[in-house]
């Protein structure tokens, strides 16, 4: 079964630590995406990758950065977690043809404290 | 700027009720539609689809889709909704011809079905 991989399902970290989330996805995809969910506001993208060092900022990336050194592999950082960073994550990936939805991963819940 | 309305944020419906689900997008090109659904605790997963060809989609679990592209429209459908159905449920757009195949998603419809 293909699947996208989200390193924690929870994390607890406080306001001004340097955040890693990490996420694999072993479909050879060459699109990955991070978005953030929140109640009321739905999915938005945070930046997203379609292929390997390329990474493009998408609706809300300030306060993030990403890396992307191997196909399989996208990393959200949060440079200096804030309390508004509090949320869900999801990772995401997909073929680089139109026609394919996403693969989700199971997301992480941030919360900073 | 291309986006998605989800008109109804919360809908509590009885089992075997009927159920609409409206979406519409702001985008003038060709689109290529999506449904997900997020039970509770899982993960987002794909209900249904359109690219092209009959507006009238089916996907998983009894549900569909109708693509009415006068209307920007691609509301979601099912006949008679059972307990299992209550999740949120997202609509999703991907312009088409784009660099990279990003959705653009919508705020979600919290869907509650009472026994």
């Known amino acids: 079964d293909v699947k996208v991989t989200q390193s924690s399902r929870y994390l607890v970290k406080r306001t001004g630590e340097k955040v890693f989330l990490e996420c694999v996805q072993d479909m050879d995809h060459e699109n990955m995406f991070w978005y953030r969910q929140d109640p009321g506001l739905g999915l938005r993208l945070i930046y997203f990758?379609?292929?390997?060092?390329?990474?493009e900022k998408g609706d809300i990336p300030e306060g993030y950065s990403v890396s992307r050194e191997k196909k399989e592999r996208f990393s959200l950082i949060l440079e200096s977690a804030s309390t508004n960073q509090t949320s869900m994550y999801l990772c995401?990936?997909?073929?680089?043809?139109?026609?394919?939805?996403?693969?989700f991963g199971s997301g992480t819940r941030l919360t900073v404290v | 700027a291309q986006s998605v309305s989800q008109h109804n944020h919360h809908v509590i419906l009885s089992e075997a009720a009927s159920l609409e689900l409206g979406c519409n997008y702001s985008y003038g090109g060709t689109v290529n539609l999506f449904w997900y659904v997020q039970y509770p605790g899982q993960h987002l997963q794909l209900l249904l689809k359109y690219f092209s060809g009959d507006p009238l989609v089916k996907g998983i679990k009894g549900f569909e889709a109708e693509f009415i592209k006068s209307k920007f429209s691609f509301n979601l459908r099912k006949p008679s909704v059972q307990w299992s159905d209550t999740a949120e449920y997202f609509c999703a757009v991907m312009p088409y011809g784009g660099a990279t195949n990003k959705l653009i998603f919508g705020t979600g419809t919290l869907l509650a079905v009472q026994p």
């Open positions: 990758s379609y292929d390997v060092k390329m990474k």
């Open positions: 995401a990936s997909s073929p680089r043809q139109e026609r394919y939805g996403y693969t």
